[in-house]
């Protein structure tokens, strides 16, 4: 079995393992990324598109948003729509900093790009990967042949559905999830958006949300029952949807409409293990912790994990021990649990609960609150736009 021997074995080629693998080769330090899928199905993969203030300015400190800064959408505000009349949230005048839009597989597609101009090595196909916690490492295997890789350290980057977590002992995990009895329908459609900013709409039939990735590109979302059949939504019906839940008393106003180029139902749930490190093994982004999409952190909340973890592997292989390793988890579940928190507090406020008109009643009040007080709007707008990174 041929066997590699690197310094910080990272499995999963998402945002994460990604962005981290770039952090570490700027220090200069050694590492191997495998990944189960191919090339070309993680750079197809379509996903949310939302970058917080602080994600841009790291990725472009670090040489990796050429692309981004060509191609981006800049926006400075968002939309809450409800009872018919849009409330702009004015993020940037409240802030100071604003959000990016640009999709998560372009991103992705510029990360693997500057993996491979790096020369390190980037495994796609890397399938059963067997991670060993004694001896820090793990195997995998690579057109029938299994590899052995030798390491220091195991980042586990491989999302919520990967191997990483699994091999941590139950009893030393905190396991901390609530599902919501939502989930989205989200499509990706060749029309131009209707909207310049983010239209996020609270509707007697349940939430929708107007984003988009370029003029030409909108990407729409409904709730939906959860492990609802997409054969009962076809384009005409998720068409008539979006119009009424997006209808607004502004006559001028139309959704713009076109072929729908992709369509999917992801399940809406609040997931976090303590802790997110357990011996050679340190977990990040997904495969730690999970936000419903409302408020677009799942990827941010990824590169701040990868963040921290960079910087305490740099401090360790300079000599000045693993002080931060340790602190590692604790440092990061402190921003954890503060996009938890807005997160659910965004799905809460904004998604349909069947037959409970006093909820209802606080939905509304609450949407009232923020798109009056600007005290209120600016907490969401700091949220939204991403607080500082650690
Ligand atoms: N072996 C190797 N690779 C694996 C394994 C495995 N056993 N299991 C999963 N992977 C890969 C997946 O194919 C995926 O490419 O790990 C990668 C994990 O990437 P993401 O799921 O994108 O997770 P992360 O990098 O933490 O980024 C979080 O991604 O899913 C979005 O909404 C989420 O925006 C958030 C961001
Ligand atoms: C997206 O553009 O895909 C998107 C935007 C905002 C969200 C979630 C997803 O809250």
């Known amino acids: 079995m041929p066997v590699q021997r690197t310094q910080v074995g990272i499995i999963g080629a998402g945002p994460a393992g990604l962005v981290l693998a770039h952090l570490l080769h700027l220090h200069g330090i050694d590492s191997i990324v495998v990944e189960r899928q191919t090339r070309e199905h993680v750079e197809k993969r379509i996903r949310a ?77 890397a399938t059963d990967v067997d991670i060993s916690l004694d001896e820090p490492g793990f195997s995998y295997v690579h057109d029938g042949v299994r590899h052995e890789v030798r390491c220091d350290f195991v980042a586990g980057c491989d ?13 030393a995990l905190t396991v901390y999830q609530r599902d919501y009895p939502h989930a989205w329908l989200g499509i990706l459609a060749q029309a131009p958006p209707a909207s310049d900013e983010l239209v996020y709409a609270y509707h007697d039939r349940g939430f929708a949300l107007h984003s988009m990735r370029t003029p030409e590109i909108t990407r729409l979302y409904l709730q939906v029952r959860p492990e609802e059949p997409l054969e009962e939504w076809p384009d005409g019906r998720i068409w008539a949807e979006l119009r009424t839940r997006l209808s607004r008393n502004d006559p001028g106003w ?62 360790y292989y300079t000599g000045h021990g693993a002080k931060l390793l340790d602190a590692y988890s604790e440092t990061c579940l402190r921003r954890v649990w503060r996009i938890q928190h807005f997160s659910w507090w965004m799905t809460s406020m904004l998604h349909r609960v069947d037959d409970d008109p006093f909820t209802r009643q606080l939905q509304l009040s609450q949407l009232r609150y923020v798109t009056s007080s600007r005290a209120a709007a600016t907490t969401l707008a700091e949220n939204y736009v991403g607080l500082p990174l650690p």
Do not use: C, W
């Open 49 to 125: 598109g939302v970058l917080e203030h602080g994600t841009v300015e790291l990725l472009t400190e670090i040489g990796l948003a050429r692309r981004l800064h060509r191609e981006r959408m800049i926006h400075h505000g968002i939309e809450l729509l409800f009872d018919g009349v849009g409330h702009r949230i004015p993020l940037t005048e409240l802030t100071g900093r604003e959000i990016t839009i640009y999709g998560q597989h372009e991103l992705v597609k510029d990360l693997i790009a500057a993996r491979l101009d790096t020369g390190r090595p980037l495994v796609f196909a």
């Open 159 to 171: 999302g919520f559905h990967g191997v990483s977590r699994t091999v941590i002992p139950r009893s």
């Open 254 to 315: 139309h959704l713009n409409e076109g072929p729908i180029l992709e369509k999917s139902v992801a399940a809406m749930r609040s997931f976090v293990v303590e802790p997110m490190h357990h011996g050679s093994l340190f977990l990040a982004g997904d495969a730690a912790h999970i936000v419903p999409p409302t408020g677009a952190k799942g990827l941010n909340l990824a590169v701040a994990d990868v963040k921290v973890l960079a910087e305490a592997f740099a401090a």
